[in-house]
DNA sequence: GATAGGGCTTCCCATCGTTGGAAGGTCAAG
DNA sequence: CTTGACCTTCCAACGATGGGAAGCCCTATC
């Protein structure tokens, strides 16, 4: 299938397939003979998942990282175990923050459900939590 | 407190703190008599919550709109309510989403737990969620 | 065969959040 | 007094993405 229907059905803009293609993201992609490019229902899962990806927060890099996992066969097993944890390590983090913050914004919706709202603890409530004097940030995972 | 030991402990760089203030994320700090910036320690806590949203991906202007939440003493409460539990929506939506990834992930690091790691499923697992064909996308769009 | 709508390429520009630096000045603590 | 932290305003860059223009080629349809 040719790009623009690879993007249709991945959710990835043209733009941007074009642009992994150019970063190294993902593999050049074959060539029909007038030189469109070509893809395959492969391709369009390894799309997918870097659309998934992005949307989770993981930069470009760290994604590079993820599919190389799957494209490097020569890769140590090993290597693919410890990169794959430390993502998982990220992913349960980041759950465990969103989770806070949902309780934050339950409590402020059922603290403000009435008609006269009280001092709202949105922040109050979300100093207690690890960081702020740590500078762990692993930020926005991106950059 | 000034603006750097206010960066310290709530873990914004003072840069990002006046361009906060900039961009009416924050309100304009109140300045000690020879002009510096003084920070109380709700406006530290204001700062975490920035950090912490935006940790979780949250963009500037759903930060300014959740402090809002919290500042506009004039707010409907139902107004109120209904920003926090949309917010609520998004969070669960993409806790879901990353509990998939970490599953795939996981599947991953214990399918290539031995030497001999076979055909990684990365991607095999990742084309059956909802979003690709139907164009939810809230995201990057298609074009 | 002509036309329209993609695709191809290479540009350049804009956005957002963030960081970095420079320059030139003031302040506070040693 | 010196040093470091602050003040200001600027300007640039990054990554990821979107938008567009220009010019040319391909494909499908009438």
Redesign the interface.
């Known amino acids: 299938m040719n790009i623009g229907e690879a993007?249709?059905?991945?959710?990835?803009?043209?733009?941007?397939i074009r642009y992994y293609e150019q970063n190294g993201l993902i593999p050049p992609a074959e060539r029909t003979a007038s030189g469109y490019r070509d893809y395959s229902t492969?391709d369009v899962?390894?799309l997918?998942?870097i659309?998934?990806?992005?949307?989770?927060?993981f930069s470009v890099a760290e994604i590079n990282e993820?599919?190389g996992?799957?494209r490097d066969r020569s890769?140590q097993?090993a290597d693919?175990?410890r990169i794959?944890?430390a993502?998982?390590g990220d992913?349960?983090r980041?759950?465990e923050?969103?989770?806070q913050?949902?309780a934050t914004?339950?409590h402020?919706?059922t603290c403000?459900?009435?008609?006269?709202?009280p001092d709202?603890p949105?922040?109050?409530d979300?100093?207690n939590?690890d960081?702020?004097?740590e500078?762990k940030?692993p930020?926005?995972a991106i950059n």
Chains 1, 2 share one sequence.
């Open positions: 993007a249709r059905v991945s959710g990835v803009s043209a733009k941007m492969n899962h390894m997918r998942f659309r998934r990806a992005r949307d989770l927060g993820l599919l996992l799957w890769r097993s693919v175990k794959a944890l993502r998982i992913l349960r980041k759950i923050e969103m989770e913050m949902a914004l339950e402020l919706a403000c459900s009435g008609d006269n709202r709202c949105i922040l109050a979300l100093e939590p960081d702020g004097d500078p940030r930020r926005g």
